[in-house]
């Protein structure tokens, strides 16, 4: 299902990359809501006050919104389309991988019905293009795409949220596939470059947690300091950890990944720590974390015997637009 989708997207116009994200998420909201029936936009509409908008959760089970399942093929393209006004190439292309595992996993468990490859919700909240602030959710499974977007300008695109069961296929027609592995393989080297460096302080346990700790929470706080700031490391290991922030924040546009990166980097890179817990072996269980004054990402992959992972991106205040809406009321609008 997922490879007809992509297929037929790429058979369609797609929105132009020179036009700014906000009018491209716009374009894409408007021509996705305007392919509905009055019962469909029932479910896919939304207020913008809806608390349901908040409502950040990664793990199976139905959401508020309009399921791919109910949509036609040409509806479930422009569900895609709107993917694409904000996701990069890649993050597309990570995004269509983790629904398509859905299927695989519906093979492993003998479960097509929890394991659901259109068991994925889409929801717009507010009008497109208001100033004041609209958004809109894709959701389902181990994919959780949240973007608010305020005065026509201001993108937010946390909570963000990837994950993947199985982390690696081994068997069947995508074996092979690890659909995070850049998250992963980039974080184990930092991590295995700094301990040769004698840099020891990197693995703050030996043992992971069982899952990454912001869980499904609304309201994303700092954890506890731990591993090694940033003030710590060389130039070259510096730049090796500013290419796994990259990682998560490359999921969206370059022009939403620079400005967030720029935000991340007006903190203080040197307050930037990362810390790693669990085994540095391949298919063995780990988990990390990188954590600055503004920002939280983490990953876990224990599940499963080390084959499930888990890899999210929050923003202590500007998860679902909140500093960006508050940036707007305190100028009067």
């Not at 199976?60 to 993917?83: S, Y």
Request: net charge neutral.
């Amino acid at each position: 299902m997922i490879k007809q989708l992509l297929c037929l997207l790429f058979t369609l116009p797609l929105y132009a990359k020179e036009v700014p994200a906000p009018a491209n998420c716009a374009l894409a909201a408007e021509k996705f809501l305007s392919s509905l029936d009055a019962a469909q936009k029932t479910k896919a509409a939304l207020p913008f006050s809806d608390p349901e908008r908040e409502n950040f959760r990664y793990t199976p089970r139905d959401r508020a919104g309009l399921p791919l399942k109910e949509m036609t093929g040409a509806q479930q393209a422009a569900a895609i389309q709107l993917l694409n006004s904000a996701l990069s190439e890649k993050g597309l292309l990570k995004a269509t991988q983790i629904m398509a595992l859905e299927g695989v996993l519906a093979e492993l468990e003998n479960d097509p019905v929890r394991r659901d490859p259109t068991r994925y919700f889409v929801a717009v909240f507010g009008t497109p293009g208001d100033p004041k602030g609209w958004g809109w959710r894709f959701e389902g499974h181990h994919l959780s795409v949240n973007i608010t977007l305020v005065d026509g300008k201001g993108v937010s695109v946390t909570p963000s949220f990837l994950g993947s069961n199985p982390g690696e296929v081994r068997a069947g027609p995508k074996k092979g596939l690890r659909v995070l592995a850049a998250e992963e393989d980039l974080a184990r080297g930092l991590a295995t470059t700094l301990l040769a460096a004698g840099k020891t302080q990197v693995i703050f346990s030996e043992k992971a947690p069982a899952e990454i700790l912001s869980f499904e929470n609304r309201q994303a706080t700092a954890l506890d300091p731990v591993g090694i700031p940033a003030s710590d490391l060389t130039p070259i290991q510096r730049s090796a950890l500013l290419t796994l922030l990259s990682e998560y924040t490359g999921r969206f546009r370059p022009e939403i990944s620079a400005t967030d990166m720029a935000k991340i980097k007006a903190a203080g890179l040197e307050n930037i720590r990362f810390g790693w817990a669990g085994s540095l072996k391949l298919g063995e269980a780990y988990y990390y974390r990188i954590q600055g004054p503004t920002f939280l990402m983490e990953a876990a992959n224990v599940q499963n015997e080390a084959n499930h992972v888990h890899a999210t991106w929050r923003d202590f205040t500007g998860d679902f637009g909140r500093d960006l809406l508050g940036e707007h009321f305190r100028h009067g609008h």
